[in-house]
């Protein structure tokens, strides 16, 4: 199993775990959709719609020009914020935006959709699903609470009765 990095362009197909927080570049659509399940994230398992920037649909499935795509991406820093993504990509002298519809985060599952290719923004501990990965805290029920507070009181009646 190889390790991908930020700047990686990969290649994803129908039904692969995505690894990485990734910029959709082209898929087998001919609009540049493809859809995703994200139960992993929000636990929804209906598909959600993500599309390439439409000036990009022209590089397809032509691995030349995919490997020669010379662009730069630039974006806020890795956060928390699972619903919000805002970037810049600059490529052939022109400027994209980009937001949450362009991207594929770590932990979405790649449905319907036969092939996509995608560059990495963050990965390893910077995606947006390790950010949002914190310290669980144990919750405790009113029953909880109320059986140690009678627990206690009679352990401090049975230490004064000694």
């Known amino acids: 199993m190889s390790v991908v990095v930020v700047g990686d362009i990969i290649r994803m ?3 692969e775990f995505v ?26 398992t209906n598909l959600k719609c993500k599309q390439c920037q439409p000036d990009l649909t022209e590089l397809h499935d032509n ?11 630039v974006c806020e820093p ?26 594929l985060l770590r932990g979405c599952i790649l449905r319907n959709t036969e092939w996509c290719y995608c560059v990495v923004l963050f990965a390893g501990a910077e995606t947006k699903l ?9 919750k405790r029920t009113s029953m909880d609470r109320l059986l140690n507070t009678i627990i206690l009181g009679v352990c401090l009646a049975y230490r004064q009765m000694l």
């Open 13 to 15: 197909t129908s039904n």
């Open 19 to 44: 690894a990485a927080d990734l910029l959709l570049l082209s898929t087998s659509d001919a609009n540049g959709l493809c859809f995703v399940e994200t139960s992993e994230l929000d636990g929804e």
């Open 63 to 73: 691995v030349e020009l995919i490997s020669a795509l010379d662009g730069e991406v």
């Open 78 to 103: 890795p956060n928390n914020n699972l619903s919000k993504f805002q970037g810049t990509l600059t490529w052939r002298g022109k400027k994209y935006s980009l937001d949450n519809e362009n991207v």
């Open 130 to 138: 390790m950010q949002n990965a914190g310290e669980s805290f144990f």
